[in-house]
């Protein structure tokens, strides 16, 4: 664990994925335009904004899910060089995609396999890297199932059994049980109620930490902004109108716009 | 009656264009053993699921010096079987026998000839739905990608669905196999007990889909592996009891119930294989004492 600390904070200081001049076109109507981010590893790097500000097409373009129509995307892949995303062949970035990064999605259905049991979930990708141990991939499945709190006994049961929250938790382990170094996240909390997102977040947050995660997460919440990530960017109209840190941000606004956002927060 | 001209056929009915389409998608499919080939099925004159893909690699494949034998589930005599070797009877005038030793050409629906195949014989399978994944994966051009890509972990997450319901793999049928080291096929709804013929088979195998316009192949002597765990490897059915009227062991049983009150018998499903074993003096517990034979 140690090695492996030491390990991160060495490459620190170099970004895990770079966005350069990033847009997307809908037609004549624009997606995101002139985007440029960096995220590094072990950071969590929330995207806030309206509805329709071009949250989640800028996260379809970081995750490759999106062709972009304007800029670059590059990732530092785990042999240390800095590649361009654009450049890979589909094999390589599914591989990519199945391996070294995660994808958690709002809607649970749509990143799961809702007909497959919970151990048939998590175990998928585990077998798609060529795990062929029934025994190990089940003790690997159950382990992760306890990590997101889902007791062990519900192992054989499908996703269409399980309730929101559950689902949420169960599409996270699906995805960090190969270890990813890059998650990202669309509204992981939306849908949810009150104490069950708290919880969530709770979980997201104590496994950010433990593993080293390097998160991009969408939220137009920014409570949830504020609890997980480090960084944050504040995207209108497709373009990105403010960055920095979270906390001065959210505490000292400078943008008209960030300032509306902030004051229109109900305090509870 | 003798004003009306006699309806005649092409040989083998198909046109001979649709024959060299035909023979091109095969000769792809044996190049890339397991690939799914498609190609331009014709409507032929049998409803879908009754063999359609299958007739017309025959058709294609089919000379006139072939002997032909159609099996549906391992009989002879059964429905499918029987129309089809007629309508080749009729329309090529090629020789038909049930012998498996006999036959140059072997159609198949559900089974692989007890009786080992030689060299000189091609194996035809009727097939209904040729792509293994379609259940875990609904998208063709997903599936596609997956085949080009060979990323194949979905289909052990059937069986592992497979093992954590049941507690062994309980595929029975349609067992996925992979065809040289390479691609996942689907060997056709043949039952798992007949997978490990399909492994260096000195045969050509040849696979027909009608309906979803799709050919592939099993080239003579492939490595045809079935996909399993390490903790959970494949294993065929096993019978508790030999055939009922044979006496054969190790062989494919079918179940055949005979009365209300849970009567039932266990015989071979290949009849041919049977017939002989029972012509060479073998007899089960429920066959006829010897001379009696019907």
């Known amino acids: 664990?140690?090695?492996?600390?030491?390990?991160?904070?060495?490459?620190?200081?170099?970004?895990?994925?770079?966005?350069?001049?990033?847009?997307?076109?809908?037609?004549?109507?624009?997606?995101?335009?002139?985007?440029?981010?960096?995220v590094f590893p072990g950071e969590v790097l929330a995207v806030v904004g309206e509805s329709g500000s071009g949250k989640s097409t800028l996260l379809g373009l970081l995750s490759t899910e999106l062709a972009a129509s304007a800029g670059r995307v590059s990732y530092r892949m785990r042999d240390g060089e800095l590649r361009d995303l654009a450049g890979l062949g589909p094999a390589e970035r599914?591989?990519?995609?199945?391996?070294?990064?995660?994808?958690?999605?709002?809607?649970?259905?749509?990143?799961?396999?809702?007909?497959?049991?919970?151990?048939?979930?998590?175990?998928?990708?585990?077998?798609?890297?060529g795990w062929r141990h029934y025994g190990k991939i089940r003790e690997e499945a159950t382990d992760w199932l306890g990590r997101v709190e889902i007791a062990a006994d519900?192992?054989?049961?499908?996703?269409?059994?399980?309730?929101?929250?559950?689902?949420q938790r169960l599409q996270i382990a699906r995805n960090l049980v190969t270890k990813p170094r890059l998650v990202f996240m669309d509204e992981p909390t939306g849908g949810l109620d009150v104490s069950v997102q708290a919880r969530l977040?709770?979980?997201?947050?104590?496994?950010?930490?433990?593993?080293?995660?390097?998160?991009?997460?969408?939220?137009?919440?920014?409570?949830?902004?504020?609890?997980?990530?480090?960084?944050?960017?504040?995207?209108?109209?497709?373009?990105?109108?403010?960055?920095?840190?979270?906390?001065?941000?959210?505490?000292?606004?400078?943008?008209?716009?960030?300032?509306?956002?902030?004051?229109?927060?109900?305090?509870? | 009656m003798s004003a009306m001209p006699e309806i005649s056929y092409n040989f083998a009915y198909l046109d001979e264009q649709t024959k060299r389409m035909i023979r091109r998608a095969i000769l792809k499919a044996i190049a890339i053993p397991g690939y799914q080939v498609p190609f331009a099925a014709r409507e032929m004159p049998m409803p879908y699921g009754w063999g359609t893909g299958g007739v017309q690699v025959t058709a294609a494949v089919l000379g006139p010096d072939d002997v032909l034998k159609v099996i549906d589930q391992g009989a002879d005599d059964t429905t499918n079987a029987v129309a089809i070797r007629g309508f080749f009877e009729k329309t090529a005038g090629v020789a038909t026998t049930t012998a498996t030793t006999e036959a140059s050409i072997i159609q198949t629906?559900?089974?692989?000839?007890?009786?080992?195949?030689?060299?000189?014989?091609?194996?035809?399978?009727?097939?209904?739905?040729?792509?293994?994944?379609?259940?875990?994966?609904?998208?063709?051009?997903?599936?596609r990608q997956l085949h080009a890509l060979a990323e194949y972990g979905l289909m052990h997450v059937k069986l592992y669905e497979d093992i954590a319901r049941h507690g062994h793999i309980a595929t029975t049928y349609a067992y996925p196999v992979e065809v040289a080291g390479r691609y996942v096929m689907d060997p056709s709804p043949i039952p798992k007990f007949d997978?490990?013929?399909?492994?260096?088979?000195?045969?050509?195998?040849?696979?027909?889909?009608?309906?979803?316009?799709?050919?592939?192949?099993?080239?003579?002597?492939?490595?045809?592996?079935s996909l399993d765990f390490e903790d959970h490897p494949f294993k065929v059915q096993r019978f508790a009891k030999p055939c009922a009227l044979c006496a054969a062991t190790g062989v494919y049983l079918d179940e055949v119930i005979l009365d209300d009150r849970g009567g039932r018998m266990f015989v071979c499903s290949d009849t041919d294989f049977c017939n002989d074993r029972q012509e060479q003096g073998h007899r089960g517990e429920m066959a006829a004492p010897a001379g009696e034979a019907a």
């Open chain 1, 154 to 167: 519900r192992i054989d049961d499908d996703p269409r059994a399980f309730s929101g929250g559950m689902r």
């Open chain 1, 201 to 268: 977040l709770d979980l997201i947050r104590s496994l950010v930490s433990e593993m080293g995660l390097a998160v991009v997460i969408v939220t137009h919440d920014l409570a949830v902004a504020r609890l997980l990530s480090h960084r944050m960017v504040v995207m209108r109209h497709g373009r990105v109108i403010e960055t920095g840190l979270t906390d001065q941000v959210l505490d000292d606004p400078r943008e008209p716009y960030t300032q509306l956002l902030v004051s229109s927060v109900l305090a509870a």
């Open chain 1, 94 to 129: 599914r591989l990519l995609m199945r391996t070294d990064w995660g994808f958690v999605r709002q809607n649970p259905a749509d990143g799961l396999r809702m007909a497959v049991s919970a151990g048939g979930n998590v175990g998928e990708r585990l077998m798609a890297v």
């Open chain 1, 1 to 38: 664990m140690n090695a492996h600390m030491s390990d991160r904070l060495a490459s620190d200081d170099a970004p895990l994925l770079v966005a350069e001049g990033l847009g997307k076109n809908y037609g004549t109507r624009i997606g995101c335009r002139d985007v440029s981010l960096e």
């Open chain 2, 109 to 143: 629906r559900h089974r692989i000839p007890e009786t080992a195949l030689t060299e000189n014989q091609i194996l035809v399978y009727q097939v209904p739905i040729p792509e293994p994944l379609r259940f875990l994966e609904p998208r063709e051009t997903e599936t």
């Open chain 2, 195 to 225: 997978n490990p013929k399909m492994d260096d088979c000195p045969a050509l195998q040849l696979f027909g889909a009608g309906r979803e316009k799709r050919i592939y192949a099993i080239p003579p002597y492939t490595s045809v592996r």
